[in-house]
C-alpha cells in the first residue's frame, strides 16, 4: 500500500510566505506551488511563456465589459509587445475602446444606484462602471463617418478594424487596442460586429447604401492563419462568440482538408461553469470531442473574475519575459492578397 503511494506523492504543497521585497511574478511563481486556483493561475503563466517561447501562433479571445472595467492598457501591452497575434474580440469591447481613444473616460461609479435617477441625467451604468451617453454618442458619430467615406465594398472585420486603427493612430490621441493592432500588425476580429455599438453606429446611414462585411471571410483567414502555423495557442477572457469564433479555426481547417491537430496550449479566464451547458464554461477537455483543442494540448483553466486574473498574469508574464526577443509568426494572408495590396498602400 504504501509502495504504492509514490507516484501520487510526488511534489508538497508549499504555504505562501510573506515577501516584502518579492514582485508580482514571485508571488505567482510561489503561487504554482500552492492549490486551486492559484496554483492554475500560476500554470497559465507557465504555458504562455512554453507558447511565446516556441513557434506559435498565439489567439487571443476577448469578451465581457472589460475595457470599461480598466483592463484595455493590458491587452494593449500584449499587443504592442506581440504576446499575441491575432485578437478576437466582443464589438462591445472595441466600441469602447474607440471611445477611450477618442479622448473620453469610464467612471468609477457603484451598482447600488437608482437607475432611473442615472437615466435622467444621461449616465450608462455597467455595474459600478458609469459612462456619458452623450459622448458615447459622439463615438457613434465618428464610426459613421469614418464609414461613410470609405469605399462600397464588402470588408472583412479586419479590413475595416485596420482602416480605424490607422485612423485613431494619425490623431495621436490615447493609443487603444484598435490603433495598437494597426501599428503592430496584429490581426483584429470582431465576428459578432452587429450586436455592438458599432452595429449600431454603422445602421444610422438611411437606405440600403450601409457598409457590408465580409464574415465568412474573416472565418476563412482565421482558418489559413491556424492552418499555416506551426502549432497554434489561445488565450480566453471570457467566452462567448470570441472563445467559440477561435475554436471554430481548427475545425474549419480540417473541412478545408488542412493537416491540422487543434490548438497546443490553451488558457482560459472564466466565472462561468461548465455544467450550465454554456460555452464560456465549457472544458478543454469537453473541446477536445470536436478536435479544436491538442489531444495532448498544455492547458489550464483559471475560475476567477478576469479582473483579478489577468491583471496578475500579464504582470508575472511582463516580468518574466524581460528583455526576451520573440520570433513573431508571418501571418500574411494569400486569401486577402489583393485586398491588402489595395487597403495596406
Known amino acids: 500500500m504504501a509502495n504504492g503511494r509514490k507516484k501520487f506523492l510526488k511534489k508538497v504543497v508549499k504555504p505562501v510566505e510573506v515577501n516584502t521585497s518579492a514582485n508580482v511574478e514571485d508571488l505567482v511563481r510561489r503561487m504554482g506551488e500552492t492549490a486551486f486556483q492559484g496554483r492554475n493561475l500560476s500554470t497559465a503563466v507557465d504555458i504562455w ?49 474607440i471611445h477611450e481613444s477618442l479622448g473620453r473616460y469610464h467612471w468609477q461609479g457603484s451598482h447600488q444606484m437608482n437607475d432611473n435617477d442615472l437615466k435622467d441625467v444621461g449616465i450608462d ?39 480605424i486603427g490607422k485612423d485613431l493612430a494619425a490623431r495621436k490621441g490615447t493609443e487603444g487596442i484598435v490603433s495598437a493592432a494597426y501599428k503592430s500588425g496584429v490581426h483584429l476580429y470582431c465576428p459578432a460586429v452587429a450586436d455592438s455599438s458599432i452595429g449600431i453606429s454603422l445602421a444610422l446611414k438611411d437606405g440600403p447604401d450601409h457598409l457590408i462585411f465580409d464574415m465568412i471571410g474573416d472565418v476563412k483567414e482565421t482558418a489559413e492563419i491556424a492552418a499555416k502555423a506551426k502549432s497554434t495557442g489561445v488565450i480566453y477572457v471570457g467566452g462567448g462568440t470570441p472563445k467559440n469564433f477561435i475554436q471554430q479555426t481548427e475545425v474549419t481547417a480540417t473541412l478545408q482538408c488542412k493537416n491540422v491537430q487543434g490548438h497546443k496550449y490553451a488558457i482560459q479566464i472564466t466565472a462561468d461553469a461548465p455544467h450550465w451547458g454554456g460555452l464560456s464554461g465549457c472544458t478543454f477537455e469537453e473541446a477536445q470531442s470536436w478536435g479544436k483543442i491538442a489531444k495532448k494540448a498544455s492547458h489550464v483553466t483559471v475560475n476567477s473574475d478576469a479582473t483579478i486574473a489577468l491583471p496578475m498574469v500579464v ?3 511582463a516580468q518574466r519575459m524581460k528583455g526576451f526577443k520573440r520570433q513573431t509568426p508571418n501571418l500574411d494572408l494569400k486569401s486577402s ?7 495596406w498602400e
Open 49 to 97: 511563456e512554453d507558447m511565446l517561447k516556441s513557434k506559435t501562433t498565439i489567439f487571443f479571445g476577448l469578451a465581457g465589459a472589460m475595457i470599461p472595467a480598466g483592463m484595455r492598457e493590458l491587452v494593449v501591452f500584449l499587443i504592442k509587445n506581440r504576446y499575441v497575434d491575432c485578437v478576437v474580440s466582443t464589438g462591445a469591447n472595441l466600441f469602447h475602446d
Open 125 to 163: 451604468r455597467i455595474y459600478d462602471v458609469f459612462a456619458v451617453e452623450e459622448e458615447f454618442n459622439e463615438a457613434d458619430e465618428y464610426i459613421y463617418q469614418f464609414a461613410d467615406k470609405l469605399e462600397r465594398r464588402p470588408y472583412t472585420t479586419r479590413e475595416f478594424l485596420y482602416l
Open 315 to 317: 504582470t508575472a508574464l
Open 337 to 343: 492578397n489583393k485586398v491588402n495590396k489595395r487597403i
